[in-house]
């Protein structure tokens, strides 16, 4: 962590870094201290703190942010009071650092659990210069003439025993020595070795044998291994290098003495495993410290840090690395240098890459190519390749032009533009005739770097040209105007006539360019009425402008079949067709069979939409008078502290037409009876039996009716009325959907009868300001003096 510069960091590396933060349960003080135990300075410990908070800021004016998650808001609320715990917690998570810290080359090699490069394989064939042991086991196949199999084990004194041969000593003999020393001692017993009779000697189980690593490796100790076990199957058990060890300069020392020594990047690198030698019992394998590593980062393949030896250069580097990316500046590389007691910056150029040695501690950045093009033109707009072009020695407009495939048909010829960069890197604009620089080589312009050319068509030039189409069409709208366009190809790119639509009576509306402000009844719109031909086979109909409005109207006497809906105690409920334009609310009746002896007649009620009663949208009430009962009942709420609305069951009935049924039947035809319109539903209910009483009483419910009893008979039923209550605006809301309210005699409230089925309601009283004797005092004192102030004026004007 101390080799991290913060500065170097991307944003998005950041980001990335509180991400995970969250993820682990970490807050924002809690990475600072992981960072900081984990080896990072207290000024890069500064600065990642201000890279944090610079990084929320941005993500909160963006209003969105990868970092502010639920997890943030939960290490928001999680205070910790004790520093020790703070370092604690964060010392207990995974390191967060591990992804920015520069990485060992060639540490993945052991750091892979997954990985089996480097175990011994035990089902190769026997190597020749295998030294045979103790433990080991011989298998000894003699074939021909003679035939038999033995497997013999080699005795701790070294020694095997061939059956009806005798003792024989093989120990520290490779097995192509041992194998010789077995075919004479086999011939020398009569068997016919080489007449007839051939040997075959190989390895059966083989021994373990102790193998000691020691120095800077992840896990130094005794190892037990196969006796095939090479350098690199025991550095693998060990776990390799650790973070100072050398991965280039590891020793293999067997009886006191150096017998190899192995560097690592000739495996990683060209894949040799040339000192990879096989190991033998007691040998040892030290992994010293590293003597010179420097880091390589930027646009190189494989950014690490490297280890470098003595005579080996910064070349060399870059072999180990894999090489430059696409994106790399490659002429040049900073050095960051450690030079006495401080550090100096200095750049190595691509010839000296072969002659610069490293040193202790160099960091090379190897920078990125600029985002800037060195010979770019682009063109954009109305020719048919617009894009990015090269440019040429003596590129000009017109040559630029005719490389893009040419001017398109709609291009605007009468003036282009260059969009060009001036030395300070501002933009100027110079606008070009495109006909004269095409057909004048004179008026022709050189371009120069990054130069923009723009060609403008005549359509961005001007409004789009439409027309639209109004009426009884299947699908009405807007569509795109084409030049002769005609009033029956309009039809049909909108669907072609609805049921219902008069090809004799089209009207087209064509807009005005010359309308006299000065005349009070100018014409601001041509209307031209058309007839159509009910096939659309016209080719000769009435051609369209553009912004044409086409109206198609509905056929005289067309009605569509309007339905009302009769519910409750009639003899048959349903849907009913309206038959009559005058057809009215005892006609309805009297279809569904009159009325059921249950029926209260007197509750009966008509609902009808509120487009039709009040001419507004319904959806736009029914919002509003949600929006008040909701207000109402807050306030209740917060003044009572009762859970009394739950049974609040108001209705705003804006949309209920009070009717007298009884009359109606009584008196068919009059004016009462009210003609039916689509939608409408009638409803008889049964004969009613409850009262409910709602609003500002202490307990509102549902009362039985008694015929006797009065308005406030069944508001003390219900509670009496609450301290906030509006006695004098109390009002009633009957069945039939009409409402009366309480009206005014001297002191006295005349509340409303009430009859089976109503709905009492007491609203909210108004908030109002409290006058006080002061507040009241105060205001007369001003009316005093403004009294004053007029009668003195009065007086001078005298």
């Known amino acids: 962590m101390s080799s991290i510069n913060v500065d170097d ?66 290490n928001n609320r999680r205070k910790i009071s004790s520093r020790d715990s703070l370092t604690d917690t964060a010392l207990n998570k995974p390191d967060l650092f591990i992804d920015l810290s520069p990485k060992i080359f060639g540490s993945d090699l052991f750091r892979n659990s997954k990985s089996n490069t480097f175990e011994p394989n035990l089902r190769l064939a026997t190597p020749v210069n295998y030294i045979v042991g103790p433990d080991d086991q011989i298998n000894i196949n003699v074939y021909g003439n003679s035939s038999v199999d033995w497997d013999l084990d080699v005795t701790p004194d070294g020694n095997i025993n061939i059956p009806g041969v005798g003792v024989l000593n093989v120990a520290g003999k490779t097995i192509e020595e041992a194998t010789s020393t077995i075919k004479n001692k086999l011939a020398a017993n009569n068997y016919a070795i080489g007449k007839g009779t051939n040997v075959k000697v190989g390895l059966g189980n083989i021994r373990s044998i102790k193998v000691i690593v020691q120095g800077q490796v992840v896990k130094p100790g005794t190892y037990t291994v196969p006796s095939l076990a090479t350098v690199f199957n025991v550095l693998y058990s060990a776990g390799g290098p650790n973070n100072v060890g050398s991965f280039r300069q590891i020793e ?62 910064l070349q060399d580097v870059l072999n180990f690395c894999g090489g430059f990316t696409d994106q790399a500046y490659t002429a040049r590389i900073k050095v960051d240098q450690v030079s006495d007691q401080q550090r100096k910056i200095t750049d190595v150029f691509e010839n000296d890459y072969k002659n610069y040695n490293p040193l202790r501690g160099d960091k090379y950045t190897v920078a990125k190519i600029l985002e800037r093009y060195e010979n770019r033109v682009v063109i954009k707009g109305a020719v048919f390749r617009p894009g990015e072009f090269e440019l040429q020695k003596g590129l000009t407009v017109s040559k630029l032009i005719t490389n893009a495939g040419g001017l398109k048909e709609d291009a605007f010829t009468r003036r282009g533009s260059i969009i060009r960069l001036n030395p300070d890197n501002t933009t100027q604009q110079l606008s070009f005739n495109i006909m004269d620089v095409m057909n004048k080589p004179a008026s022709d312009i050189l371009l120069q770097r990054e130069d923009s050319v723009i060609i403008s068509s005549v359509f961005d030039l001007r409004a789009k040209y439409n027309v639209v189409i109004k009426g009884e069409v299947r699908k009405p709208g807007e569509f795109a105007y084409a ?46 009425s058309v007839d159509v031909n009910s096939a659309l086979n016209d080719e000769i109909g009435f051609t369209l402008k553009p912004f044409d409005i086409v109206s198609v109207y509905s056929l005289p006497g067309y009605e569509t079949q309007k339905t009302v809906k009769v519910e409750g105690e009639v003899i048959y409920p349903g849907y009913y067709t309206i038959q009559k334009k005058n057809e009215k609310i005892s006609d309805i009746i009297a279809r569904a069979g009159g009325l059921t002896e249950s029926a209260d007649v007197e509750g009966s009620s008509l ?26 009942r807050l306030k209740r709420l917060q003044r009572t502290f009762k859970d009394s609305t739950k049974n ?88 039939n959907g009409t409402v009366k309210g309480t009206s005014k005699f001297l002191f006295f409230n005349i509340h409303p009868k009430v009859k089976p089925g109503s709905e009492i309601y007491v609203p909210l009283k108004p908030v109002t300001n409290n006058n006080t004797a002061q507040t009241i005092l105060g205001f007369t004192t001003g009316l005093a003096s403004l009294g004053a102030i007029i009668l003195g004026i009065i007086s001078l004007k005298k």
Do not use: C
């Open 252 to 313: 293999v020392i067997r009886n006191n003495r150096i017998i190899r020594h192995l560097d690592l990047y000739d495996f990683i690198v060209k894949g040799s495993q040339k000192d990879n030698i096989t190991l033998q019992d007691q040998d040892v394998i030290r992994v010293p410290t590293y003597r010179v590593r420097v880091d390589l980062r930027g646009e190189v393949k494989i950014p690490a840090l490297f280890e470098v030896l003595t005579g080996e250069t």
């Open 607 to 632: 609902k009808r939409d509120n487009t039709a009663v009040l001419g507004i949208d319904k959806t736009k009430i029914d919002t509003l008078e949600l929006k008040r009962e909701q207000t109402d």
């Open 483 to 528: 030049d002769s366009m005609k009033v029956t190809d309009l039809i049909i790119k909108a669907g072609g006539f609805s049921e219902g639509a008069s090809a004799k009576r089209i009207e087209v509306s064509r807009r005005v360019f010359n309308s006299d402000p000065r005349v009070r009844n100018s014409i601001v719109a041509q209307v031209f």
């Open 648 to 735: 609040d069951t108001t209705q705003y009935r804006n949309n209920y037409v009070g009717i007298d049924l009884k009359k109606i039947l009584q008196k068919p035809g009059t004016g009462e009876d009210l003609i039916m319109e689509n939608g409408d539903v009638l409803r008889v209910p049964k004969q009613q039996q409850l009262v409910r009483v709602n609003g500002e009483v202490l307990y509102p419910s549902a009362v039985v009716y008694e015929g006797g009893k009065s308005f406030r008979g069944y508001v003390l039923n219900a509670g009496g009325f609450s301290p906030h209550a509006l006695k004098r605006g109390a009002y009633v809301v009957y069945p």
């Open 9 to 74: 960091l991307s944003d998005q590396q950041i980001t990335q870094l509180i991400v995970q933060a969250q993820k682990a349960g970490l807050s924002d003080d809690q990475l600072l201290q992981q960072a900081q135990s984990r080896g990072m300075s207290g000024i890069q410990v500064q600065k990642l703190q201000n890279r944090i908070k610079d990084i929320r800021n941005k993500n909160k004016s963006s209003k969105k942010s990868p970092t502010d998650t639920t997890s943030n808001q939960i």
